[in-house]
């Protein structure tokens, strides 16, 4: 289209400049003054040659500027793909939520230098984790988590693990109520649910949240979510049950978790989580669980119930968190005769076990241009605390560690840390060990 403007306005300079085109006689005017000479008559002719070509300019670059023809509008989406009507979405929004994203993908890592008293130093990469997410629609979301432990994974031998901790849909209908299936977390305790290194101090997770909470708990199951009133939060979840073989009097519950790993469901337990954030700074939670375990022996009437409360608070460079929970697990003496006749060892299983921490931390250095906190926690952890009538606790398992340490965060999300753990239990015979602790943690 640029060629053919080009050669008319180039002829319009040749008539103004040269005079008629060659072969062109141009029309007399319709009226004429005797007095008119030649030289302005061909002036006028060549002003309404101009005007013919401007017209005509005008009119070519008309059809150039004209857009084209829209394309074919895109087929209707399946009807499958579509927000249900039940969910009262105005049209707009309908329209939006068809569209699916996937991302961002994030995660966390963490190694650690653990060197316990009069044994040698171990390096180890603890942790290597990746978290995916995938929004189909605005309503409908998935996240998923997959965890490599100790870097190494090597068939039967002692190595690693890879876990999928949580893999899971979401389907948001409002703030007060959505619905989650799938691997979840159990939402129970301060670090189950934010495991991540830089949101808690110590190299090393609590050892409440390691024996008595089990952390991470994680497992197949459904429930619902939201958040009601005026900072109010609740999780309520059933979830495939804790399996009665494999808690034990050293470590509680640590690896009584079925992990999802074709979960016996025969009988689902119960589990829920409250919080409260309506104040700046202020987190206060508490948590249930509460659930059949004898699926692997119908004979012995197994349960297992744990409650668990917590809370969270800063102000300025000062902060405290503090937790306590407790275990009950009904039939323990049924659960201790069964193990023993069975495998020919008691295992000493308590009915209830109990631990809590308190843990004050401070900032020290505000003018410093990276953050700076110290902290101390102290933990009281019995997996003894209350026996089975009959039989007697065994002190090595009731258990207090002061950990006092500090955390440097070159970023918001990149920490390095360092802690000196000193265990203590009341057992005159077995002695625990302490440990000075190293890590480097981070998240995306």
Known sequence: MKRPIAVLVGISIVLLVGGPVSGQ????????????????????????????????????????????APPPAPREP???????????????????????????????MDFH???????????????????????????????GELELEHAFVSGLEASGEVELEQ??????????????????LAPVGIINERH?????????????????IPTTWFDAGVGVHGTVGAGWQYRAYLMAPLDATRITAEEGLHEATQKGFASNVRNVAHTGRLEYVGVPGLNLG????????????R??????????????????????????????????????????RTAGVNPNIARQMRGFYVEPSIRPLPWIRHDVAAFV?????????????????????????????????PDPDVVFKIDYSIIRNRSSLFRSVDSLNIGLGWWF
Not at 119 to 138: K, P
Not at 286 to 297: D, I, L, V, Y
Not at 326 to 335: K, P, S
Not at 383 to 406: I, N, S
């Open 377 to 409: 926690r102290y933990e009281n952890f019995d997996t003894q605390f209350k026996m089975p009538e009959g039989v007697l606790p065994l002190k090595q398992f009731d258990r207090a560690a002061w950990v006092f340490g500090g955390s440097y965060f």
């Open 196 to 212: 991540e290194p830089p949101s808690f101090h110590g190299v090393e997770r609590p050892f409440v949240d390691t024996f008595i």
């Open 167 to 184: 893999a899971y849909l979401d389907f948001k209908v409002k703030p007060e109520l959505n619905f989650r299936a799938g691997m979840v």
């Open 25 to 68: 006689t141009p029309d007399p005017p319709a009226t004429q003054s005797p007095a008119a000479s030649p030289g302005q008559t061909r002036i006028e002719e060549l002003e309404r040659r101009v005007r013919e070509l401007e017209s005509r300019l005008r009119e070519l670059e008309a059809a150039a500027t004209k857009p084209l």
């Open 286 to 297: 508490t948590s249930f669980w509460r659930g059949k375990t004898g699926f692997n022996f």
């Open 78 to 108: 399946a009807p499958a793909q579509q927000m249900p009507p039940s969910l009262g979405l105005p049209t707009s929004v309908q329209e939006s939520s068809t569209v699916s994203r996937t991302g961002p993908i994030s995660g966390y």
């Open 113 to 143: 230098l653990n060197k316990p008293e009069h044994e040698d130093a171990q390096l180890d990469f603890h942790r290597f984790v990746l978290l995916f997410n995938h929004s189909f629609s605005d309503r409908l979301r998935f996240v």
């Open 299 to 340: 004979r012995v009437d197994s349960r297992v119930g744990l409650f668990e409360f917590d809370g969270r608070y800063r102000a300025g460079r000062v902060a405290a968190r503090g937790e306590f929970a407790q275990v009950f697990i009904d039939g323990a003496a049924d659960l201790n005769d069964f193990l023993q």
